[in-house]
Each structure stands twice: as C-alpha cells, then as structure tokens.
C-alpha cells in the first residue's frame, strides 16, 4: 500500500514550457486535490476532484489544469509556466482509515520555473 | 520531527453557541501553526496562521486562534458559531521555514439548528 505518490519530486522549467504533475493513490478514495504551497501562505488549492471523470476549481485555479480520467490518478498541468508558477505543489486524497476520515498527502513537487 | 494532535473526532454544539477546537502539537523550535476547514466536497480552506508575534490570531470568518507556547496548544475559537460552519477543522505545523506539513487528524463539527 503506496498511499499517495507524486511525480516528479523536483522539476526545473524555462517559462513558456508545458508540463504535467501526476499524483496516484492505491487507497481507492473518491476525493482528490492539488495544492500549491509557497512561503508564509500555507497551502492553496489549486482544483479537486470528488470522482472519476470530475474536476472542480479551486483557489488558485489560473493556468492551471486537471483530469481525472482514472479514480486512481489526478494530473496537473501547466500549459506554458510562468514564474510565479514556482512552488511547491501537493497532491492529496481523503478516504477512511482506522475508524475515520483522514487526509493522505503526497510528498511533494518542487517546481522552478526560470 | 513535528507531529500534531486533534483529542476530539466530532463535536456538536447548537447554533449561536461557543466553540473551542483542541491542537497540540510537538515541535522543536517554535513552529508555524494553521488551521484549516474543510466543507463537503471542498479541499483545504485557510482559517488563519501563527508565524510570530502576537500569540491571538485572528482569522476569516469570525474564528480566532491562541498560541500558548507552555502547553503546546493552538486551539481554534469562535464566540457564535452558525451552521454554515459546519465542517471539518484541521490543525498544522510546519518547520522554521514553512515548509514540512503535518496535519492533524481533522475533528468534525455539526452544527444544531
């Protein structure tokens, strides 16, 4: 049981570039998100899913996007990053364990866009 | 490394009641410290955050928090609560330089009519 996994860990891009974040879970949890998380902010949410083939906008949802198209993977894209696009982005789940609800995250994807 | 509890799973109180959520949390130095909500179908919301300074945080919708370093605590405060509050509440430490998360288990909070 894997939990949460995010790829890549660390990922350095030119602006302009495009790239795709992949978060996967094993757990079988309906409910998925991504954040970004930059100093003094916390985490801000980027877009969720509630289930497969569902994407919803969150916080800070500009020039990003999401799919869904498998329970198990919630991708995030950048279609041409920016600057401040850098930061560090988490993907999570929430599902039952032990008795309740709980929050799974991922470990994390530092992103640099130069 | 840091680590952070939540002692109550659910708590129901009626509307216009007061609310008082526990944290605690285990740190080192002196942390960074958040509260976040959680509506049905909704991710992470944040309340409010402690960095430094005055150790009553106030935050969005109406809640405040308290920094009470000699007990390890950040417990999350509202006078009056309204069923829109309805929710779950999570609790967060992260290291010196905001970064390493650790949340707390989440404590449900229904609100009666």
């Known amino acids: 049981n894997a939990g949460v996994t995010q790829t890549p860990k660390f990922r350095v891009l030119k602006t302009g570039q495009s790239m795709t974040l992949l978060c996967a879970q094993d757990m079988n949890h309906e409910y998925m998100y991504w954040y970004r998380q930059d100093p003094g902010m916390g985490l801000r949410l980027i877009h969720y899913?509630?289930?497969?083939?569902?994407?919803a906008k969150g916080e800070v949802p500009d020039g990003y996007n999401v799919s869904r198209l498998k329970k198990q993977n919630f991708l995030l894209g950048l279609e041409s990053a920016a600057p401040s696009q850098t930061s560090v982005y988490f993907c999570?789940?929430?599902?039952?364990?032990?008795?309740?609800?709980?929050?799974?995250f991922g470990s994390g994807t530092q992103l640099s866009v130069l | 490394a840091q680590s952070v509890t939540q002692p109550d799973i659910h708590i129901t109180v009626s509307e216009g009641a007061s609310l008082e959520l526990r944290c605690n949390y285990s740190y080192g130095a002196t942390p960074y410290l958040f509260w976040y909500v959680q509506s049905p179908g909704q991710g992470l919301q944040l309340l409010l955050k402690?960095?430094?300074?005055?150790?009553l945080v106030q935050g969005i919708k109406g809640f405040e928090a308290e920094f009470k370093r000699s007990q390890s605590s950040f417990n999350l405060r509202k006078p009056s609560v309204h069923w829109s509050d309805a929710a779950e509440y999570f609790c967060?430490?992260?290291?010196?330089?905001?970064?390493?998360?650790?949340f707390g288990p989440g404590t449900r909070l229904s609100v009666l009519p």
């Open positions: 967060a430490v992260a290291d010196n330089y905001g970064q390493n998360f650790v």
């Open positions: 402690y960095f430094s300074g005055d150790t």
């Open positions: 899913s509630v289930g497969e083939g569902t994407t």
């Open positions: 999570a789940s929430r599902g039952w364990s032990t008795g309740r609800e709980k929050l799974f």
